[in-house]
């Protein structure tokens, strides 16, 4: 039996906009709290509202956008969360205030609730339902080359000044919606639009897609300290040199064994790839936080890179495949809202315990943490029975 096509026309489009969309993101996130302090003259302690104003307002949009979707159509939220993401990056231009800032990353947070959501669910439509696991593996990597690329570059940039750092941000969201124009969705009648309206009408979240859900969000308070403090952790413990491969490793690391891990996912079923993703990730943490060589720190870099990356979107792929097909952009907005606000939490806490801690010992909590989750995944595999989000049927 011939395989169905994965690499199609729209959904390579998808992808492309799916990065610059995470890539914009990421960008400012490394770039904005130092523009706050140096040209705002913000206090260290506002830093935070930063990312966390723009995290709120993407939570907050999250479920409305996979009901509005089941009303208007994917490729109308899309377009919609487009123009959002567009107009936010122009105005920054304009953002002379802290006060102003924050508002901006508010209107800008709805614009990437939605855009996410929506591409998340249009490229569930586009990938043949015997290649989930391959095509979500690689739709998935569109975000973590964003989280390598945006803040290096971004650091870059900042260099050259405040002006320089947006007129960046503002092209790359000009191409996303360049790109984005170019999409084209299996068409969907009239009365098949009505009657999915009429089956996602007053829901807020796919309920078959929670269970999977908050395992995910469970993962990202662990991930959630990765992510946000190993440059700190590399500086003191004497890497700082090592440090800006880190996140280099990691996405080499994932592009290698991508093309591997969603193809086992669609041939073997979820457990197989799962359990020993979550294994590698705990075994990353633990030799990151006993790291005492730069080359330790770096292995713990690929093994994070293929546990975290492999589990993430493994994990995603099931809230997709349990949803029926009409409420996959309710499954999507459900999965990537109670994840972001696990990992928006486990940044909050995760802080305040590396004050109290050190980041070596909250690497070592962390590990411990991920380890139990193995135990979350069986239990709840087990109370399933495949109904619940985290058993599925594979399909091809």
């Not at 723009?54 to 490729?75: E, H, N």
């Not at 939220?77 to 800032?101: D, E, P, Q, R, T």
């Not at 936080?289 to 994070?304: E, K, M, P, Q, R």
Request: net charge positive.
């Amino acid at each position: 039996m011939q395989q169905q096509p994965l690499w199609t026309k729209n959904f390579i489009l998808v992808a492309f906009v799916n990065f610059f969309t995470f890539f914009i993101f990421y960008y400012l996130l490394v770039t904005l709290p130092v523009y706050a302090v140096q040209e705002l003259h913000s206090s260290p302690s506002s830093i935070g509202l930063i990312t966390t104003i723009f995290l709120i307002a993407a939570i907050m949009v999250r479920p409305i956008s996979g009901k509005w979707m089941g009303k208007s159509g994917k490729y109308v939220i899309f377009l919609s969360a487009m123009g959002i993401m567009g107009a936010a990056s122009l105005l920054y231009f304009f953002a002379h205030s802290l006060v102003g800032l924050l508002a901006l990353r508010f209107f800008h947070g709805l614009g990437f609730g939605m855009a996410t959501t929506a591409n998340g669910a249009m490229v569930a439509d586009l990938i043949p339902d015997s290649r989930k696991g391959e095509g979500m593996g690689y739709f998935g990597l569109t975000v973590n080359l964003a989280m390598v690329i945006g803040p290096f570059l971004g650091l870059t940039v900042m260099r050259h000044g405040a002006a320089a750092m947006f007129s960046i941000n503002a092209l790359c969201a000009l191409v996303a919606i360049a790109i984005g124009l170019f999409i084209r969705l299996p068409k969907q009648n009239a009365a098949s639009r009505s009657a999915q309206a009429q089956k996602t009408a007053g829901k807020l979240w796919e309920r078959s897609a929670i269970p999977v859900s908050l395992l995910a969000a469970f993962f990202g308070l662990a991930y959630s300290g990765i992510i946000s403090f190993v440059s700190i952790y590399a500086k003191e413990a004497g890497f700082s040199r090592a440090a800006s491969y880190f996140f280099i490793i990691y996405a080499a690391v994932l592009l290698i064994s991508r093309p591997f891990t969603g193809k086992w996912f669609d041939r073997y079923g979820a457990k197989v790839i799962i359990y020993p993703a979550i294994v590698c990730f705990a075994l990353g943490t633990y030799l990151l936080s006993t790291a005492t060589t730069a080359l330790v720190f770096l292995v713990s870099a690929g093994l994070i890179g293929l546990g975290w990356g492999t589990t993430f979107p493994s994990l995603q792929t099931i809230a997709i495949q349990v949803a029926p097909p009409p409420n996959r952009g309710l499954a999507t907005a459900t999965f990537l809202s109670i994840f972001d606000f696990g990992f928006g939490m486990g940044s909050f806490f995760v802080g305040l315990v590396a004050a109290k801690t050190g980041y070596s010992v909250l690497y070592l909590g962390s590990t411990f943490l991920i380890l139990a989750g193995i135990g979350l995944y069986y239990w709840f595999d087990q109370r399933s029975g495949g109904k619940s989000g985290i058993t599925v049927r594979q399909t091809g």
